[in-house]
């Protein structure tokens, strides 16, 4: 009996039989660490990369939205800053005016209510430490507050506020 009439014999073709054997081979190959080549390694990463094609497109398409999103951010903190910067400089200005203002006003014999003269001192201590804070000079201002809270502390002593009723 020849190997073709056996295989055919237990229902196998020549064809079968190789294909079953090319099997067993590549079982054979993938296991022993000396073969550098891993054909089911192989087979299982080229059909992992072709179910994973859309995912990865997609997920490239993501990162794309993601730095156009970033860099949307950006821009906008960048001008939220600068709206800060302009703003915090108009608030400076203004309560330098009023500190010069009311320094003005007390030094032309002015008088003012107590809680007038606590406004306003708050509003040194606040402009004082925002411009040591940012490094910024202060200059002629500083004559205008040392003036404010010696006229301040002279009226403390001397009780000498305005009354609500001398208005």
Request: net charge negative; with cysteine.
């Amino acid at each position: 009996m020849s190997f073709s009439e056996y295989l055919n014999g237990i229902g196998l073709s020549s064809v079968s039989f190789w294909g079953i054997m090319a099997f067993v081979a590549s079982i054979g190959i993938e296991v022993v660490p000396k073969v550098k080549w891993s054909p089911w390694s192989a087979l299982f990463k080229w059909i992992g990369s072709k179910f994973n094609d859309r995912i990865e497109r997609k997920v490239s398409e993501v990162d794309k939205k993601i730095d156009s999103v970033n860099k949307k951010v950006e821009e906008l903190q960048s001008e939220l800053n600068n709206h800060i910067k302009e703003s915090e400089m108009t608030n400076l200005l203004e309560t330098r005016r009023d500190i010069l203002e009311f320094a003005n006003s007390c030094m032309n014999k002015k008088k003012h209510t107590q809680e007038q003269y606590e406004f306003i001192i708050e509003r040194c201590d606040k402009y004082e430490e925002y411009i040591e804070k940012n490094h910024i000079k202060n200059g002629v201002i500083e004559s205008a507050i040392r003036e404010v809270r010696r006229l301040y502390d002279k009226c403390r002593r001397e009780n000498a506020f305005l009354k609500e009723e001398e208005d």
